[in-house]
């Protein structure tokens, strides 16, 4: 873990803290109740902000195992996935070969058969005027 999150880390449960310390400060020196009352609230209080704590402390490890999960699985995944699509596109590329240059002939022919038709305009090519004669 770098330093610049494990200061932030830091920071987080120094705040955390205060704030707990300011907060259980302020609700007893402003109550009006007896102290033991105080004293139960202030329990209380604690232990739920420890449940609290614990119950976010647990889902940040949760979240922290299937992030690695997810991590390993995409890690483990990916290179032969990617090596399978490259080589599906050499597959294709090699059988589209000589489709390509079938549709290569074929359109050569078509381009040379229309040139030798005549125009709509009724003149005659070169080749129908040498037929002609």
């Known amino acids: 873990m770098s330093k610049r999150k494990q200061k932030k880390r830091l920071n987080f ?3 955390l803290l205060w704030g707990a310390l300011i907060g259980g400060t ?3 020196l402003t109550s ?7 004293r139960n609230e202030f329990s209380a209080y604690l232990n739920g902000l420890a449940t609290a704590t614990d119950n976010v ?3 940040v490890r949760k979240l922290r195992r299937s992030l690695e999960r997810l991590h390993q699985a995409l890690t483990d995944n990916a290179a032969p996935t990617v090596s399978a699509i490259k ?9 589209a070969q ?3 240059r079938a549709l290569d002939r074929e359109t050569t022919q078509l381009q040379a058969d229309l040139n030798q038709l005549p125009s709509a305009t009724g003149t005659l090519t070169t080749t129908d005027q040498d037929a002609r004669q």
Do not use: H, V, W, Y
Not at 32 to 38: D, F, L, V
Not at 87 to 95: S, V
């Open 13 to 15: 449960g120094k705040g």
């Open 32 to 38: 009006k109740k007896s102290g033991a009352q105080r």
């Open 87 to 95: 080589q599906d596109m050499t597959d294709f590329e090699f059988q």
């Open 98 to 100: 000589p489709r390509l």
């Open 26 to 28: 302020t609700a007893l």
């Open 57 to 59: 402390n647990q889902s």
